[in-house]
């Protein structure tokens, strides 16, 4: 069976206690969103949970983290997120409404990018068309 191992390389079975960020302590170490599917995939592939309960058990340990805690930072994790909504976990901040803005904001960011390109294209042509019509204008005030 393949070894579990957190971030914190703390070997992961199932008595494993999740360590969740205190954000009252800037020093504390925690499991960061990797770990949450680590964990996920240890509870169905050595623990002999169903993909069912698993997804219970860290939809519930996941509403115990702090408020502010970086547990609450994994919703715009991508890779956390495509996880657990292809395992079908909701934990509430992982909603459709969340996940389709965080969709569309990758999207439009995508999108700028294309743009810019565009824009480094058209920007000096711009430039150039504005310059010769001026020119010209210039040209037909001296004569």
């Not at 547990?71 to 909701?90: L, M």
């Not at 459709?96 to 920007?123: C, F, H, M, P, W």
Request: hydrophobic share 35%.
């Amino acid at each position: 069976m393949p070894e579990y191992i957190s971030s914190l390389g703390e070997v992961m079975n199932c008595d494993t206690i999740p360590n969740y960020d205190q954000s009252l302590n800037p020093f504390d170490e925690y499991w960061v969103c990797g770990d949450w599917i680590t964990y996920h995939k240890m509870l169905k592939d050595l623990c002999g949970y169903t993909s069912e309960q698993a997804n219970n058990k860290v939809e519930q340990l996941m509403q115990d983290r702090w408020v502010f805690g970086h547990e609450w930072f994994c919703q715009w994790d991508s890779n956390f997120r495509d996880y657990f909504i292809a395992e079908g976990v909701d934990f509430g901040f992982l909603s459709n409404t969340t996940n389709n803005l965080l969709n569309t904001t990758e999207n439009v960011t995508s999108g700028l990018g294309d743009l810019s390109k565009y824009i480094r294209i058209a920007l000096p042509l711009t430039i150039l068309g504005i310059g010769v019509y001026y020119g010209l204008k210039a040209y037909k005030e001296l004569k």
